[in-house]
């Protein structure tokens, strides 16, 4: 019988088992270089020992987590006492998280939920998959059809490489006429449940009403596209076979898969900041930009439709950070104040809740070095001003294994950030051209 490592390296390499990959005795380390020198050996060791750095801001008096394997664990804590670095170790056992991920799903699916947590019976407080969420925007559009003030349409803007529809649902007044838009999107990468639990949630909110009475003030300032899942075969993958899976599902050879849709847009694409060219990676870049048909979906869709763009959100986890471009330069935009501006009064309304803080700042400047991000292209390639990757709870205790019970709070939270940033928009300055 194969060993469970056996069988998680098979299965991240893309052999199927019958199974769920298992994480038992799996760890994250929770590392703090003491210098700029230091954090630069530090990120030596993820090509030496291949391994997932889950958070790494790129300065030297920033702490980062790194998931380690059993088998790799002795010889990557042996080079980090000979580099000097702090480090502890932040989650003892990944398995015991994903378990208590389960559990609650379980629990949650049979509990009563709250009017703001469902909507058309539509249970948002637990992690769904491809399907139900497909269901969910298809009986959105359903409801609207008889709502006077709310109207909502759905498009497939494209596939994946598994041939998945990608969607995208359009919530606006309705009326004929024509306002700035904001497109939205989570999912990019498969392993972030929480983001398209989030973006899922906001739709619920921006057609059946919000417990801050916001939504008929966000209808009458913007047209909004709501994209909650722009990697349904790496989140279908994540969900049925191996839970950390972070890319694509494209077949790569050598016994690969996936490519790192982050990585993978058009504007200063470059696999040497942040990416790789090694198939095999979990950051691999490509073969060039927008090789993946899941990008090419976003980049046509919003080219299409950026006139009058105003705003791009791409929601990711973890973190707590509402970030700005650039990610491939530390170099700031020529705009840096005006999005950090509007960045800060989304953190200062979402603190409000549950005094949840989360920093703002460039991707670059705050947490790390990454060309080909989605938000850098909205911005850069695609001329939308206000662009941001938001990552979203929490700060490493469960990582990217966020459970249930977070999903409430951390909606909540979210709903009110954006609602304020977007109301404090100056939409007579314009959306276009960043």
């Given at each position: ?25 799996h760890k ?17 060791l ?6 997932d750095?889950?958070r790494h ?11 380690v394997e059993?088998?790799?664990?002795e ?16 989650i ?7 378990d208590?991920e389960?559990s609650?799903m ?6 009563p939920?709250t ?7 539509f ?9 139900a969420i497909?269901?969910y925007?298809q009986?959105?559009v ?5 709502m006077?003030?709310?109207n909502?349409s759905l498009t497939t803007?494209?596939?994946?490489a ?7 649902i359009?919530?606006?007044r309705?009326d004929?006429?024509s306002?700035?838009?904001v497109?939205?999107?989570g ?8 983001a398209?639990?989030t ?8 057609v ?33 076979t191996y ?7 494209v ?12 990585r ?5 694409w ?8 090694n ?8 073969s ?17 439709n950026r006139q009058?763009?105003m705003?791009?959100?791409t929601?990711h ?7 700005y471009?650039?990610g ?5 935009p020529?705009?840096w104040q ?8 989304g ?13 703002v700042g460039?991707?670059?400047?705050v947490?790390y070095?990454?060309?080909?991000g ?15 990757t938001?990552?979203?709870?929490d ?9 249930t019970n977070?999903i409430?709070?951390?909606?909540r ?8 940033f977007?109301?404090?928009l100056?939409?007579?300055k314009?959306?276009?051209?960043g």
């Open positions: 019988m194969w060993s469970t490592l056996s069988s998680v390296v098979l299965l991240f390499y893309g052999y199927v088992t019958a199974d769920p990959a298992r994480f038992d005795g994250v380390l929770q590392i703090l270089p003491n210098s700029l020198q230091e954090l630069e050996q530090v990120l030596a993820h090509d030496v020992y291949d391994l750095m889950w801001p790129r300065k030297g008096n920033h702490s980062m987590d790194v998931y059993p088998e790799k664990l010889p990557v804590l042996g080079a980090l006492k000979d580099i000097g670095a702090h480090v502890k170790i932040w003892d056992d990944l398995q015991k998280l994903v208590e389960q609650s379980k629990r949650s699916f049979h509990l939920y009017s703001q947590g469902r909507n058309q019976g249970n948002h407080y637990v992690y769904h998959r491809y399907s497909n269901q925007l009986d959105v359903t409801a609207t059809a008889s006077p003030t709310v909502a803007i494209g596939f994946s598994e041939g998945r529809d990608i969607k995208v359009k919530i606006s309705g004929g006429v306002r700035p838009s497109f939205i999107d999912g990019i990468h498969a392993r972030e449940w929480i398209p639990a973006v899922l949630y906001f739709i619920g909110q921006m059946y009403g919000d417990e801050f009475d916001l939504s008929p003030q966000l209808l009458d300032k913007f047209d909004w596209f709501f994209a909650p899942l722009l990697n349904p075969d790496g989140y279908e993958y994540s969900h049925a839970r950390l899976w972070r890319k694509n599902r077949e790569q050879g050598r016994n690969c898969y996936g490519t790192d849709l982050n993978n847009f058009g504007y200063q470059n696999p040497a900041v942040g990416g790789s060219t198939v095999c990676s979990d950051v691999y870049s490509g060039q930009a927008f090789s993946e048909k899941e990008s090419q979906a976003v980049e046509t869709f919003i080219m299409d009058n763009m705003a791009y959100l929601y986890s973890y973190g707590q950070m509402w970030l471009p650039w491939y330069t530390s170099s700031l020529a705009d005006e999005l950090d501006s509007a960045a800060k009064v953190t200062a309304a979402l603190a409000q809740l549950y005094g949840t803080n989360y920093v460039s991707s670059t400047n947490l070095s990454a060309a080909g989605s938000d850098d292209w909205a911005k850069g390639g695609a001329g939308v001003k206000y662009s941001y938001i990552e979203l709870r700060t490493g205790a469960h990582g990217f294994v966020l459970p977070q409430e709070p951390n909606c939270e979210s709903w009110r950030g954006l609602a304020e977007a109301l404090s100056n939409t007579n314009g959306g276009h051209r």
